[in-house]
């Protein structure tokens, strides 16, 4: 064999585009990996993809109408970067309004009229559904509705004289001292009570505490950064209290090291909305505080009053718990 003949380059590397010489090959340390914020980032699009192929998948298996303009609107709620739980809601909304059209017999959205609106919200309220979330359903069909409205698929006139559905007025309810004082003393659990501490001492939201990594809680200084709140997207550090940060002490003496979360469940390496709540009712069944209406939101309520009571200015509030739209004591929504 003669060597001079012999090429020491490998395969030329291909460009998809003619006249462009492809780029240097770059060298990629063994030792490098993606970052936590990266993969998350990756799970959160997959799991965005996840819920709208199967909200697609339900329309065709079903034999609803409208599943092409149902899979724009998706993929433009994914284009503006809308949380998972965004796109979930809106895609139960489309899908229950659809049924809703299809049992009426209805089989084109070009058809709607404000009374196909109308006769579904009396299905949805003799399914038993809370005025609250009925509102909550009506917005996103509006939504929806919107954006047919912009396609061309529908007359602007059914956007005119929207329906709205009377809501209470009542303040949101926070938990009395004394309950709050009875609840704490039925709570045995080292990691049951540490999260309940935490939410009633920083206003946290329960989503934003169970994505709390072990890494953005400082014992020492006795606080947690947020990278990103769940309502308005902007990080923010909270502060917690003597008793908050003792009750994590005792709970880092038992949480494993294996997840990277400051919560985990057993067998998991995060802890689940759902585990918490049915945690937390059960607590309050405990305490003889089940029909007094409190739920974990409540905790949220509890801080924002009792910060305000304090003395705590609005706009100071309004940072701190990470709420785009408090303006009063009587609009502290979370």
Same mark, same amino acid.
């Given at each position: 064999?003669?060597?001079?003949?012999?090429?020491?380059?490998?395969?030329?590397?291909?460009?998809?585009?003619?006249?462009?010489?492809?780029?240097?090959?770059?060298?990629?340390?063994?030792?490098? $990996?993606? #970052?936590?914020?990266?993969?998350? %980032?990756? !799970?959160?699009?997959?799991?965005?993809?996840?819920? +709208? /192929?199967?909200?697609?998948?339900?329309?065709?298996?079903?034999?609803?109408?409208?599943?092409?303009?149902?899979?724009?609107?998706?993929?433009?709620?994914?284009?503006?970067?809308?949380?998972?739980?965004?796109?979930?809601?809106?895609?139960?909304?489309?899908?229950?309004?659809?049924?809703?059209?299809?049992?009426?017999?209805?089989?084109?959205?070009?058809?709607?009229?404000?009374?196909?609106?109308?006769?579904?919200?009396?299905?949805?309220?003799?399914?038993?559904?809370?005025?609250?979330?009925?509102?909550?359903?009506?917005?996103?069909?509006?939504?929806?509705?919107?954006?047919?409205?912009?396609?061309?698929?529908?007359?602007?006139?059914?956007?005119?004289?929207?329906?709205?559905?009377?809501? $209470?007025? #009542?303040?949101?309810?926070?938990? %009395?001292? !004394?309950?709050?004082?009875?609840?704490?003393?039925? +709570? /045995?659990?080292?990691?049951?009570?540490?999260?309940?501490?935490?939410?009633?001492?920083?206003?946290?939201?329960?989503?934003?505490?169970?994505?709390?990594?072990?890494?953005?809680?400082?014992?020492?200084?006795?606080?947690?950064?947020?990278?990103?709140?769940?309502?308005?997207?902007?990080?923010?550090?909270?502060?917690?209290?003597?008793?908050?940060?003792?009750?994590?002490?005792?709970?880092?003496?038992?949480?494993?090291?294996?997840?990277?979360?400051?919560?985990?469940?057993?067998?998991?390496?995060?802890?689940?909305?759902?585990?918490?709540?049915?945690?937390?009712?059960?607590?309050?069944?405990?305490?003889?505080?089940?029909?007094?209406?409190?739920?974990?939101?409540?905790?949220?309520?509890?801080?924002?009053?009792?910060?305000?009571?304090?003395?705590?200015?609005?706009?100071?509030?309004?940072?701190?718990?990470?709420?785009?739209?408090?303006?009063?004591?009587?609009?502290?929504?979370?």
């Amino acid at each position: 064999m003669n060597p001079e003949h012999v090429s020491v380059e490998g395969p030329r590397a291909q460009t998809p585009f003619p006249g462009i010489p492809p780029s240097p090959r770059s060298v990629v340390s063994p030792f490098w $990996s993606p #970052s936590a914020f990266v993969l998350e %980032e990756s !799970q959160e699009r997959s799991g965005k993809q996840k819920i +709208i /192929d199967r909200a697609l998948a339900k329309i065709t298996e079903r034999g609803l109408c409208g599943r092409e303009p149902v899979s724009a609107y998706l993929a433009e709620l994914y284009r503006r970067n809308c949380r998972p739980n965004t796109l979930r809601t809106h895609a139960v909304t489309i899908t229950s309004f659809l049924l809703y059209l299809k049992g009426c017999g209805e089989d084109r959205l070009e058809g709607i009229s404000r009374e196909d609106l109308g006769g579904f919200v009396e299905h949805e309220q003799d399914r038993g559904l809370k005025p609250n979330s009925i509102s909550v359903r009506l917005r996103g069909l509006y939504s929806f509705l919107k954006f047919l409205v912009h396609r061309g698929d529908l007359s602007a006139e059914i956007l005119t004289r929207k329906l709205r559905i009377k809501l $209470s007025q #009542s303040l949101p309810g926070a938990i %009395e001292p !004394q309950a709050v004082r009875k609840m704490l003393g039925v +709570i /045995d659990y080292p990691r049951d009570r540490a999260i309940v501490l935490v939410l009633l001492r920083t206003g946290m939201r329960i989503g934003e505490l169970l994505d709390t990594r072990r890494q953005d809680v400082d014992l020492n200084e006795q606080k947690i950064e947020i990278m990103e709140a769940q309502k308005t997207r902007v990080g923010r550090v909270v502060c917690f209290s003597e008793d908050a940060c003792e009750a994590l002490r005792q709970w880092l003496v038992y949480r494993s090291e294996k997840s990277a979360y400051l919560f985990h469940g057993i067998g998991r390496p995060r802890l689940s909305y759902e585990a918490v709540r049915g945690r937390f009712e059960r607590y309050l069944s405990q305490a003889e505080l089940a029909d007094n209406g409190y739920s974990l939101h409540s905790l949220w309520h509890t801080c924002a009053t009792e910060l305000h009571k304090a003395g705590m200015r609005i706009e100071c509030l309004q940072h701190l718990l990470g709420s785009a739209n408090l303006r009063s004591p009587g609009s502290m929504r979370g």
